[in-house]
């Protein structure tokens, strides 16, 4: 084994390690027993008492929505405000302009879906002001919303029968002041100490060893960093994201960063564990999860590593593998783990251009998208994966001869009916939007629009295709990373890749809380030798088969025109 | 006493002939569209019919050859009909098993009562609350329930046991049933229902469809399907603007094709097939359902009462053992034993003189005096010619008799009818001119085979409750050894109720059989009520199920049914499902491979051409549903061998298996279409 892959075998170790104790942390934080941030607990009243909340009053599923979809309403508006304007607020040096209203809404939805679809870069498109007070707020408070959804969901596991699923604003706020927080200043320090800027100084000149002169963009950039990739956000401070040598100088914050990225939706998994108390559920989870995510990290680093065959054949040799869109400080096999990590997660930062992958891993990252519950985003992740457990517990109840029941409650038609619903709407809105994109491109390229149709793709044939694939699985999936050969800062991509962010947010999230609303609220059933177990790995397999046969079965031949297609061709 | 089921052959031609009608009548669109899944199939028919007439009328061959799109028009039709067949068999199946129970109560000629008067009508005049007479060899023109006499009835029409039973006014014992016969006495009956709505006439009447609701985990699954039936619609529906993307012209028959092989068409249609078939094995075990969601509750039962007496034991105890007191001799204790049961008709006494092996004409009875046993003196027994005074009955009053005499009572035999008492066993003290002789040992006789049974119930997660009027100890001492779960005793019918409400609280289903009118209020609580036939109309009419074999363990029958019913639901939907695998890998690089020939590497199979690997997929598509009707019929086997195993079982067999099946039967399709193409 080569150095790069014992690299990568070895972050991921690491991560794991560090997930345990802190999946163990976070459980102990929202049971509210003592934990040594115990010191911010005068901070939290404060919040509290100025919001008029109290955070012991329960909510039901219902109420848990609402407090949540109205914040978050609450933030869209302010967010897109503050980016129209901004050339008009504080903190703008370099004298960027205000954002378009399209562009407004893309940017705006993005990042309070806990996404990082970017129409345009961070250098430019952004002020200091709305990089921190729109981008970085919207990355805390969006990561934060979706860690308070889960512990919903976990009380709903816990709970024999119950309305409570705990306080929205109990958990947001914790979430953020004693997970989120901590963990970013830490990230921050080690970026900070490694070359990426904390400065609210505009752009530097510096002159090369050519002569030449070069505007440098820099900012307080590190704080911001850290809680892109903790929180599972992604947006970049500057264009190219973690590819750029400000962002991610070497080979440790590499590391780092690709240790943020997994690290709290992995501890998340273990958190499920400890808070509800069943570890060996969290265990055979975590081991799905876990195999998959694997799998796919294999795949790639090994077509990464190889090289591209058409450069082969031109008799050039690629000792360190295919290194197109690529950065020589961190090296092919990095990059493969970062690709698989990000989209594992509904990160969406990059370290490599995604659109410069090999046909095959670039199909692996878009399928991974397309399940999008490999650990997930934080806490989003274990809601996409419980609207598949559901689906498997349906089926393999109907197997064993009993009426299905998850964690002593009877699956019925309406849950199966949401589950099934938002398994359908993935389906919908990738490959509507992509057929709607594709049916522009082959019969309107030359309809008058600022952008014309023809002129989206930089790629023609199948790899033109994964763009549009690619762009529209990781809006549903609020991953964010594209592939960037797509001319995506249009009225056309702005808006509906916006509508794909919204839906495929909010409806992913909320159907969850739904379904564990109604099933905690049904009698409990004790288990009995005929009760199949949901903690049990024979689980896991069908719920494994259950998402790998639902994703095939919905993506298969779009998978085969796109990045099949272009492997075959290739190879 | 003899069984005779009546089985009826998986394809009975009669039955093929009814349901090949049937495939066509249920074309109609508005039958069909209460299942979404052939419906859609039904539409694609509909549209592959109009591109036939199309291409006919207008020559146009920008939608491939005539042929071939009648060809594919032809095999999705088949679909439909195949469908439909499964559905028509099970409804004949069903409604030939009703019939042959209901050709029992044909119009036969009733003695009805008018005020004083008798009249001859026909049985279809009855309406509910006549009366009518019965005598020995008459048939019973209607059910009802009998209000004067007592009648041995031989009910083997309905049953098929050859034994008579025993019905009379009043008691639980009450009921008779249209079309059995009276063979000695003169009966009473009531008329309990109103022509064409007895429990029988619903059974058919739901077998049929006519009344046929779908049971809470078939909607569940519906709509399950469908979800998946809508996403192969948006799979199909962008595959337009994908492939004019692709510059790759695809024609509707391919569409249509796709889409018919990828929308679960498999369980589609055979879902109703399946439910009917689960009622009519509930049917066939001679238990009449009320609807089909009593059958699937029964497979989730958690918990089921069962009586003592008939069901755990055989009816009544018997004499097991002879303990003489010291100093007596054996032969002269068994002897006196049997002396003191000759006038004893109770089956305790009979059961002790067939202990006793001897033969009582020997004795000399002549001016002999039988006691009878009394409440009051709880002993009974025979003063003989001789001056013998014998007497056998319970402990404390033969300890009386004994003492009052003068004697003492020997202390090995009462540390003996301790040790009976503790062991779950009645002792009976025999004296002799108010001397002890010894003690009788009385036990419950478990039933053979009951206790693997049970072990078998705990397998499956269901807890077995006994119910006795057993003081506890005894009761113990049974549970235990039949191997049941937890026992009420010494039970009165709320104890039942309240025993029902409390596991109920718990989340747990309960499942109980009884016959009696104070058992219908439990019945009634309980999830799956199951009455016996011969029990009084308010318990039939209490429960969800009707025995018509009055045999106490059916319980365990109708729960295995249940479960046998989803798992069958449950596994042909995953094999359906898990055929799609292969489906693709036939259908897309079909549909690609002209203008993307990089795509020829995922014709895995190595199918000849295009044409012929979509005509593969459609017909292994259509012909795996004439293929499964068996096992849908039938049913897949429940094993009692805990949800997880039998989740990897099943999950191999029809996960698995439905994946890799497909991939055979597609090749050898289109190795055999090879040689006509």
Known sequence: MNGEILGTVLIFLFTLLLAYPLGKYIARVFKGERTFTNFMNPVERFFFRVCGINPNESMNWKQFLKAMLTINMLWLVYAMLLLIFQHKLPMNPDGNPGQTPDLA?????????????????????????????VITFLQFVSAATGIALLVALFNGIKEKTTQNLGNFWNYFVKSITRILLPLSIIVAVILAFNGTPTSYAGKDTITTLQGDTVQ???????????????????????????????????????????????????????????????????????????????????????????????????????????????????????????????????????????????????GVVILDMMINALYGGVGVGLLNYFIFIIIAVFMSGLMVGRTPEFMGHKVEAREVKIAALITLLSAFLIKGFTALAAYMVAHHPEIGWAVKPGAWLNNPSYHGFSEMLYEYTSSNANNGSGFEGLGDNNIFWNVTTGIVLLIGRFLPIIAPIAIIGLLANKKFIPESPG?????????????????????????????????????FSLY | MTKHKRTIRLFDPALVGTAAKQSFIKLNPRLMIRNPVMFTVEIATAVM????????????????????????????????????FAEGIAEARGKAQAESLRRTREDTPAKKVSGSSIT?????????????????????????????????????????????????????????????????????????????????DKMIALVEGASRQKTPNEIALTILLAAFTLIFIIVCVTLKPFADYANTPITIAAFVSLFVCLIPTTIGGLLSAIGIAGMDRALRANVIAKSGKAVETAGDVDVLLLDKTGTITIGNRKATN????????????????????????????????????????????????????????????????GGRRIRKGAFDSIKNIVVKAGNSFPDETALQVNTISSNGGTPLVVCENEKVLGVIELQDIIKPGIQERFERLRKMGVKTVMVTGDNPLTAKYIAEKAGVDDFIAEAKPEDKMNYIRKEQQAGKLVAMMGDGTNDAPALAQADVGVSMNSGTQAAKEAGNMVDLDNDPTKLIEVVEIGK?????????????????????????????????????????????????????????????????????????????????????????????????????????????????M
């Open chain 2, 120 to 200: 001859i009508v026909s049985s279809s005049q009855l309406r509910k609350n006549d009366l009518f007479i019965c005598e020995a060899s008459d048939l019973i023109p209607m059910d009802g329930e009998i209000v004067e006499g007592i009648a041995t009835i031989d009910e083997s029409a309905i049953t098929g046991e050859s034994a008579p039973v025993i019905r009379e006014a009043g008691g639980d014992k009450s009921s008779v049933t249209g079309g059995t016969k009276v063979l000695s006495d003169r009966i009473k009956v009531r008329v309990t229902t109103e022509p064409g709505e007895s429990f029988l």
């Open chain 1, 105 to 133: 809404f893309n940017t705006a939805i993005s990042f309070l879906v806990n996404c990082n679809l970017q129409h345009y870069s961070g250098e430019s498109g952004l002020t200091y002001f709305t990089q921190l007070f």
């Open chain 1, 216 to 362: 440098v963009s820099r900012g307080p950039a590190a704080g911001m960093i850290a809680i892109k990739q903790l929180g599972t956000n992604g947006g970049g401070w500057f264009g190219v994201n973690s590819a750029h040598p400000l962002e991610n100088p070497n080979y440790i914050t590499n590391a780092v960063e690709t240790i943020s990225i997994l690290l709290i939706p992995i501890a998340l998994v273990f958190a499920l564990g400890f808070y509800v108390n069943r570890k060996k559920l969290a265990k055979v989870i975590f081991a799905v999860m876990t195999i998959l995510f694997v799998i796919f990290c294999a795949i790639n680093i090994y077509y990464e590593t190889k090289g591209n065959p058409a450069i082969d054949k031109l008799g050039i040799a690629q000792t360190t593998g295919s290194m197109e869109g690529k950065e020589v400080r961190l090296g092919a096999a990095a990059t493969a783990l970062w690709s698989v990590a990000t989209t594992s997660t509904s990160n969406g930062s990059v370290n490599g251009m995604h659109d410069s992958l090999t046909p095959m891993s670039g």
């Open chain 2, 49 to 84: 019919l109009a591109v036939c007439i199309w291409q006919m009328v207008t020559g146009n061959m920008s939608q491939g050859e005539l042929w071939y799109n009648i060809t594919i028009f032809v095999i999705l039709f088949i679909t439909v009909l195949f469908a439909n």
């Open chain 2, 322 to 385: 002879f303990y003489p007191a010291n100093g007596v001799d054996k032969t002269t204790f068994i002897e006196a034993c049997a002396l003191s049961s000759i006038a004893d008709q109770t089956p305790e006494g009979k059961s002790i003189i067939e202990l006793a092996n001897v033969n009582v004409k020997n004795f000399d009875t002549n001016n002999a005096r039988f006691i009878e046993f009394t409440a009051e003196t709880r002993s009974s027994g025979v003063d003989l010619a």
């Open chain 1, 531 to 567: 009760t199949l177990r949901t903690d049990s790995y024979t689980f896991g397999v069908m719920t494994l088969a259950v998402i790998i046969i639902v994703t095939a079965l919905s993506y298969l031949p779009a998978l085969a025109l796109g990045p099949l297609a272009e492997y």
């Open chain 2, 564 to 676: 046998q019913l989803l798992i069958t639901r449950g596994t042909l939907t995953t094999f359906s499902i898990a055929n799609d695998v292969a489906k693709y890998f036939a259908i897309v690089p079909a549909l690609f491979i002209a203008s993307i020939p990089a795509l020829q590497s995922l014709n895995i199979m190595r199918l000849d051409s295009p044409e012929s690997a979509i005509l593969s997929a459609i017909i292994f598509n259509a012909l795996i549903i004439p293929i499964l009707i068996p096992l849908a019929l039938k049913g897949v086997q429940y094993r009692p061998i805990g949800a997880s195993a039998l989740l990897r079982r099943n999950l191999l067999v029809y996960g698995l298996g439905g994946i890799i099946a497909p991939f055979i039967g597609i090749k050898l399709i289109d190795m055999l279409l090879g040689l006509f």
